[in-house]
């Protein structure tokens, strides 16, 4: 709750820095960018976990020493960098209309961004440490990732957690400056890399079993173009019907594939986690890499269960509230 609270700080005070006739906007963001219901709700209530938006916190737990003020620039570094990546994609994916205001407020996002980032490691310590490779990284894999889809290509695990990898580096300087900060060695900060990145790729994998159906609808599935390489069937362009695309998917297992897959990375994750010192992030990566196993063996036993348990996820909470 903590966290979450400071977020809304954090993000409050960016856009008090604004000039005047972007406040608004950048207050309404989550709004403008089609992700919260109405204008007054805040990226607390809009990302997920801690780890999404506040990543350099929950390493921080394993740095005494460091000081709370570059704790606070990390995860504005970091939280600014995530924000600017959602606008992006969802820019890029089509999603929301360009208006010359978001894309001056993500200018904005962006520039504070570095600042913050520059704060964190100083002048000269930020050194491979570099948002604007990482957000030519992010385009890169989601151009290639619109590439795939409207070809409707086939590709490989190997593929998806390339693009999966440079999707989500943006999230990785900020937690890498303020470790070296803290005085860790280079293998340290690596290993937060790897355990980050295995945290986002858990996390993609169990939303794309989850979303696949509504990923469908929009062209735009992973179960069907990882479907499509295990049972080596062609995705033609024509071949878009419901029931011929379900039972690719089911047939071909993906979605246990891909759940045992996320259960993979959140185990990677827990273990590096732990060895890192990090319990919160230990703790939540347990939780995780026990659901996803248990999505898996369900999912072998019973096609389509994770999307089924899914949606009944709000009915179950009603019941039993």
């Known amino acids: 709750m903590l966290l ?4 809304d700080e954090l993000y409050a005070a960016f856009c008090e820095t604004l000039p005047q006739p972007l406040r608004v906007g950048a207050r309404e963001l989550p709004y403008r960018l089609g992700m919260a219901i109405s204008p007054d709700v805040p990226w607390s ?16 737990e394993a740095m005494p020493q460091i000081a709370p003020a570059k704790v606070r620039d990390a995860v504005l570094a970091h939280s600014l960098a995530v924000i600017d990546g959602f606008g992006t994609d969802r820019i890029e994916d ?4 360009v208006s010359a205001e978001i894309c001056d407020i993500l200018a904005e996002i962006r520039r504070a961004r570095d600042r913050a980032l520059t704060r964190v490691a100083g002048p000269a310590g930020n050194q491979g440490l570099d948002f604007a490779q990482a957000q030519r990284e992010m385009l890169d894999a989601i151009h290639d990732e619109h590439r795939i889809m409207a070809e409707h290509q086939s590709v490989d695990f190997a593929h998806y957690e390339r693009l999966a990898r440079g999707k989500t580096a943006i999230g990785l300087p900020a937690s890498i400056a303020l470790a070296r900060s803290a005085g860790w060695s280079a293998s340290e900060c690596g290993a937060i890399a790897k355990t980050l990145s295995s945290v986002w790729l858990g996390m993609q994998y169990h939303d794309d ?12 599935a992973w179960a069907i173009v990882l479907a499509g ?3 080596s069937a062609e995705l033609a362009p024509g071949m878009t019907d419901y029931d011929s695309m379900r039972k690719l998917v089911f047939e071909s297992g993906i979605l246990a594939r891909m ?14 986690a732990e060895a890192l010192g990090t319990r919160e992030l230990a703790g939540w990566a347990r939780t995780k890499e026990n659901y996803a196993m248990l999505l898996a063996q369900e999912e ?3 096609s389509g269960y994770a999307v089924r348990l899914h949606a009944l996820g709000p009915w179950v909470l009603q019941v039993l509230s």
């Open 45 to 60: 209530q809009v990302l997920g976990h801690e780890v999404t938006f506040a990543a350099p916190a929950l390493f921080a």
């Open 209 to 220: 079993v989850i979303d696949w159906e509504d990923d469908f609808k929009r062209d735009s």
């Open 94 to 97: 089509r999603q929301i209309p």
């Open 4 to 7: 979450r609270q400071e977020l």
């Open 229 to 231: 390489h295990v049972s």
């Open 300 to 302: 072998r036993r019973n």
């Open 259 to 272: 759940l045992e897959r996320s259960f993979r990375h959140f185990r990677a994750a827990r273990k590096r």
